[in-house]
């Protein structure tokens, strides 16, 4: 079975400063994988979607690299900002349609 | 832009009631799913369906039922609500087509509370 785990559960840091959010998985053989935003009480809203055949996929401050051998992905927030405070999760895919979900890292950036 | 939408925000049920939760996609997606998120657990998948009458289990499916009787429309029935079955409940969907990479959107979420 995929265990998806995601260190530090939580983390504050002053605007400005850059974020790395960390995600390791068991079973090197995935599909793709996939960060979600979530801000609380709300859904969740895919940020990227990275294919294991690639290494890293880039949007604005916002990059993701994957090192499918190590089972680890890292998603970097460039210059952080008070509306980048939410709970970021990282989900694998396998072969079938389904996700396998870290438990998240709760992000809050002080102005 | 792809839109999953869920029938409520808030729901607040008494213990043995039948509850329905509706999520309905407009993007004609093939898959839909039904999750729930609890604190400290993530998520945790509870039944999928990959077309219309069809579904699976997915890893908590004790106390739950779906039902997809139309493409865009996929419902959760809990058939006696009980206590341990408050959580947030959240519905996505996503297409089989290769190209679209299977990537899961997802709806606003369903707080639902059972007392």
């Known amino acids: 079975k995929q265990e998806v785990t995601q260190i530090p559960a939580a983390l504050s840091v002053p605007e400005g400063e850059n974020l790395v959010l960390n995600c390791s998985f068991t079973?090197?053989?995935?599909?793709?994988l996939q960060w979600f935003r979530q801000d609380p009480g709300k859904g969740l809203t895919s940020l990227l979607l990275?294919?294991?055949?690639?290494r890293e996929q880039t949007s604005g401050r916002l990059n993701a690299s994957l090192d499918k051998s190590s089972g680890r992905s890292t998603l970097y927030i460039a210059a952080s900002q008070p509306g980048d405070s939410a709970t970021y999760l990282c989900?694998?895919?396998?072969?079938?349609?389904?996700?396998?979900f870290g438990a998240g890292t709760t992000v809050t950036v002080r102005a | 832009d792809v839109k999953v939408t869920q029938s409520s925000r808030y729901l607040v049920k008494r213990t043995g009631e039948k509850v329905f939760l509706e999520c309905v996609q407009d993007m004609d997606h093939e898959n839909m799913f039904w999750y729930r998120q609890d604190p400290g657990l993530g998520l945790r998948l509870i039944y999928f369906?990959?077309?219309?009458?069809?579904?699976e289990k997915g890893d908590i499916p004790e106390g739950y039922s779906v039902s997809r009787e139309k493409k865009e429309r996929f419902s959760l029935i809990l058939e006696s609500a009980s206590t341990n079955q408050t959580s947030m409940y959240l519905c996505?969907?996503?297409?089989?087509?290769?190209?679209?990479?299977?990537?899961?959107?997802f709806g606003p979420g369903t707080r639902l509370t059972v007392t």
């Open positions: 079973d090197s053989a995935i599909y793709n």
């Open positions: 989900a694998v895919r396998k072969a079938d349609y389904k996700l396998s």
């Open positions: 369906s990959y077309d219309v009458k069809m579904k």
């Open positions: 990275i294919q294991s055949s690639q």
């Open positions: 996505a969907s996503s297409s089989r087509k290769i190209l679209l990479n299977y990537e899961q959107y």
